[in-house]
Nanobody
């Protein structure tokens, strides 16, 4: 059983940056694909990015490509989402997820961290 805990959310002005962290416990971190999603009020959950267990392969959604970067530190059992050039449309609850395989239906989820971007 893998437990995930996001941190790093908060209030930021438009144009600013935030770095989200996702700390994992309860499993062999390097064996898990890690991903980030977000959900804005009244909208469906949206995929943002994923990274392979080794960190050598990433996939980023077009909606955030060029602004958001996913990474991981297997020595620290932590995944990251660097978010730059934030705008009000990025306001949402951000979730990290993990699974032992590449999938669109992740098994493990964190509780989420709120990101609010003011204009």
């Amino acid at each position: 059983q893998v437990q995930l805990a996001e941190s790093g959310g908060g209030l930021v002005q438009a144009g600013g940056s935030l770095r989200l962290s996702c700390a994992a416990s309860g499993g062999t971190f390097s064996q898990y694909v890690m991903a980030w999603f977000r959900q804005a009020p009244g909208k469906q959950r949206e995929f943002l990015a994923r990274i392979s267990g080794s960190g050598t392969s990433t996939l980023t959604a077009n909606v955030v490509k060029g602004r958001f970067t996913i990474s991981r530190d297997n020595a620290k059992n932590t995944a990251f989402l660097q978010m730059n050039s934030l705008g009000p449309e990025d306001t949402a609850v951000y979730y990290c997820a993990a699974d032992s395989r590449f999938t669109w239906d992740y098994t493990y989820w964190g509780q989420g961290t709120q990101v609010t971007v003011s204009s």
